[in-house]
C-alpha cells in the first residue's frame, strides 16, 4: 500500500503562487509514476501534471502548460507541483497520485491518492 500526504493549499490572489508538496511512503519512490489531479466545484476531476518514475519526462495539461511545473525528489520521496500565474479557474481540490504501471504519461488509471488539498485563487 502507498500513502500520499499533501501540503501546501490555500487562498492566494489570482497572478499569485503556491507550491504544492506530497509526500509518500510505503513502496520504493522510484518505482512510482506520479501525478496531480484536480476537482473543480461540479467538474469532473482532471489530469493537471504528471512525471515519470526517474522524473526525466512530465506532462501538463493545456491549461496549465507554462504556468505549472511538475518535479521529484527520490532521495526525499516527494513530488512538488508549482502553480504560477494563478487564477481563479485553477480554484479546486487538488490531489497527489500514484500509479506502478507501465502506463503514457497522460494517463488517468491510478492506484493510490491523498486525501487532497485546497487551492483558491480568488479574482
Known amino acids: 500500500q502507498v500513502q500520499l500526504v499533501e501540503s501546501g493549499g490555500g487562498l492566494v490572489q489570482a497572478g499569485g503562487s503556491l507550491r504544492l508538496s506530497c509526500t509518500a511512503s510505503?513502496?520504493?519512490?522510484?518505482?512510482?509514476?506520479m501525478g496531480w489531479f484536480r476537482q473543480a466545484p461540479g467538474k469532473e476531476r482532471e489530469l493537471v501534471a504528471a512525471i515519470s518514475r526517474s522524473g526525466g519526462t512530465s506532462f501538463a495539461n493545456d491549461s496549465v502548460r507554462g504556468r505549472f511545473i511538475i518535479s521529484r525528489d527520490n532521495s526525499k520521496n516527494t513530488v512538488t507541483l508549482e502553480m504560477n500565474s494563478l487564477k481563479p479557474e485553477d480554484t479546486a481540490i487538488y490531489y497527489c497520485?500514484?500509479?506502478?504501471?507501465?502506463?503514457?504519461?497522460?494517463?488517468?488509471?491510478?492506484?493510490?491518492w491523498g486525501q487532497g488539498t485546497h487551492v483558491t485563487v480568488s479574482s
Open positions: 497520485a500514484a500509479h506502478q504501471r507501465v502506463a503514457v504519461l497522460y494517463t488517468t488509471l491510478y492506484d493510490y
Open positions: 510505503g513502496r520504493t519512490f522510484s518505482s512510482l509514476a
